[in-house]
């Protein structure tokens, strides 16, 4: 039996540390830690309600937007207050642009480089390359010429020993299986998602006012003037380029992101046999249709087991069912006490100690729904939509199932999807069922101030004591933040956050969090060199910030650090 310390896990945000005990080449036993103390939740007590959203984007670097969403949406709640159409429709755009940025920044720029060798694409013919790729894709830049140009940049690289981020990469490793030309593809469009991702996030920026951390919402509604026929305000010319800006991205998701998923997927087939995990699921409905949160062009909802069947949908942001089924255990958590309790009820009362494998090991707590462990992300998503038969959804599933088994030769079945490699291929598949209904949600917007709607915002009242939720399905899963407001300042404020419910430790029955779970019986080829690990890891996007949200201020050192 060996042990493994990786810490810190790069390509993730935030201060991972995962350490896993190997015997026979197998990953017998894991824990996930998160090495990082916050307290934004905290420093919100006490403050105006309609300033949370502000200080809650500051959670995180990555995913600033979801934390500004899902914190009006809970005073929102806590208010009975509904928005405006428009302020519904601007909000679901800004969502929507936002998961296509960060899921192409995921696949490509954060874990694609786990299965892809860079180093081996300098041995691949680029017009096989080429010819490969037009049998997948009628992608223009998928040509000789291009590949070519894109091989003598990196061998420049590599003669001037200037590798940069590409330097400490798992080159050679034998758990790389892809041949040279389908490696030089995937660096080809390594460098070309860096574009696409500017663009995605150009949307945001353009409706948002900035990225990160927009400036355009407001417990109400949101802050976008409409007048079509004003230079300052929104008008015709910004809602174009958001088109315009949607279209492009679009197709960058069906003709490059969607080929390369398959492909990896085929040739990685054994990866649909590891990383299962957890296989109990939760997602929330998103893209409301109405002010109110009652109907949604993205469903959500819980599936136990694995069995689709089980399916039991969330309806709406009020549903009873997800507000009183969140918990969060810190038994095995650096905070004082071992309770399991209701967000509302919860306190953040940091109590740092050593590591102990038996006993508390992480800042991250540990939530629970309806008292089982979930997973949470876009794996969640799509069974939610395929459970609930939602076609975008459906189709999507089944045409990459369809077309990862025609390069493999094999037919795949949608049970692959409960594994490591099973959340890339669904991140695509949600990625691509998100670019399609934003451009939806662009016409909605389009037709509803055509018919002469520029409302955006509606006053919020305060009065004794009130309590919310708001949840918002964000790239990495779903996110809930709950308040509990007394005469206008806030008593209360808890965020339980998609990282949290895949990265938690175990809970006060001892049973694992979704990442420790999805680790047991993975392969190590070498103890030394565990890409195999890491590659199970990056599969849910970590955001380490996020799961705990709450720095310690002395900097003090808690872990021994490997450089891998
Ligand atoms: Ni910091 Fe996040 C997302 C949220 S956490 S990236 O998506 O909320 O997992
Ligand atoms: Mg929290």
Redesign the pocket.
């Known amino acids: 039996m060996s042990r493994i310390t990786i810490d810190p896990v790069t390509r993730i945000?935030?201060h991972l540390r995962i350490d896993v005990e190997v015997n026979g080449g197998r990953v017998a036993n894991a824990w996930s830690s998160g090495q990082m103390f916050r307290g934004i939740e905290r420093i919100l007590q006490g403050r105006d309600p309609r300033d949370a959203w502000l200080f809650t984007q500051r959670?995180?670097?990555?995913?600033?937007t979801?934390?500004a969403i899902?914190s009006v949406r809970a005073v929102e709640n806590a208010l009975g207050l509904e928005v405006p159409l428009n302020a519904q429709y601007i909000r679901n755009l800004i969502i929507a642009a936002h998961a296509l940025h960060?899921h192409i920044v995921h696949f490509y720029h954060l874990s694609a480089l786990d299965w892809v060798d860079v180093v081996s694409a300098l041995k691949a013919d680029p017009a096989k390359a080429a010819t490969l790729a037009e049998s997948l894709s009628d992608w223009p830049n998928n040509n000789r010429l291009q590949l070519k140009a894109v091989q003598d940049r990196v061998k420049g690289f590599v003669e001037a020993g200037q590798l940069g981020i590409f330097t400490n990469g798992y080159w050679g490793h034998p758990a790389m299986k892809l041949p040279p030309e389908v490696n030089l593809l995937a660096v080809a469009h390594y460098l070309e998602a860096l574009e696409y991702q500017r663009r995605a996030n150009q949307v945001v920026a353009i409706l948002g006012s900035k990225t990160p951390n927009i400036q355009n919402l407001a417990v109400g509604g949101v802050a976008n003037a409409i007048n079509l026929d004003n230079e300052a305000t929104l008008n015709m010319k910004k809602l174009y380029q958001v088109k315009d800006l949607l279209d492009g991205m679009m197709a960058f998701v069906e003709k490059v992101y969607f080929p390369d998923i398959c492909a990896v997927g085929a040739m990685y087939a054994d990866w649909f046999n590891y990383g299962k995990g957890v296989p109990n699921y939760l997602a929330v409905p998103d893209l409301p249709l109405d002010g109110k949160g009652t109907q949604f062009d993205l469903p959500g909802g819980t599936i136990m087991n694995g069995d689709l069947s089980t399916i039991r949908e969330i309806k709406s942001f009020e549903d009873p069912y997800f507000k009183d089924n969140v918990a969060e255990c810190i038994a095995r958590s650096w905070y004082d006490g071992d309770w399991t309790k209701h967000p509302w009820d919860e306190s953040t009362d940091p109590k740092y100690g050593e590591w102990q494998d038996d006993g508390k090991y992480s800042w991250i707590k540990a939530p629970r729904f309806n008292g089982e462990v979930v997973q949470v992300g876009p794996l969640a998503q799509v069974l939610v939509g395929v459970a609930l038969k939602h076609e975008p959804t459906v189709r999507w599933a089944m045409k990459t199932l369809e077309t990862a088994g025609k390069i493999a030769g094999a037919q795949l079945s949608p049970a692959i999807l409960h594994s490591t490699l099973g959340r890339h291929a669904a991140r695509m598949i949600r990625t691509a069922v998100i670019g399609e209904v934003a451009l939806k949600h662009w016409q909605l917007l389009i037709e509803n101030i055509k018919k002469g709607d520029v409302s955006i915002y509606n006053k919020p009242e305060f009065k004794g004591e009130q309590r919310g939720f708001g949840f918002?399905e964000?790239?990495?899963?779903t996110?809930s933040h709950w308040v509990v407001i007394r005469d206008g300042k806030i008593a209360n404020y808890q965020?339980v956050?998609?990282?949290?419910?895949?990265?938690g430790p175990r809970d006060d029955k001892g049973r694992m969090g979704p990442y420790e779970a999805s680790l047991v019986g993975n392969p190590v080829a070498n103890p030394e060199l565990p890409l195999e690990v890491l590659r199970t890891v990056h599969s849910f996007?970590?955001?380490?910030?996020?799961?705990i949200h709450t720095l310690d201020p002395e900097g003090q050192e808690i872990a021994r650090v490997k450089a891998l």
Do not use: K, M, Q
Request: hydrophobic residues 40%; negative net charge.
């Open positions: 945000e935030g959670f995180c670097g990555v995913c600033t979801v934390h899902a960060d918002h964000a790239p990495r899963g996110l965020a956050v998609p990282s949290t419910w895949n990265a996007d970590p955001c380490i910030a996020c799961a």
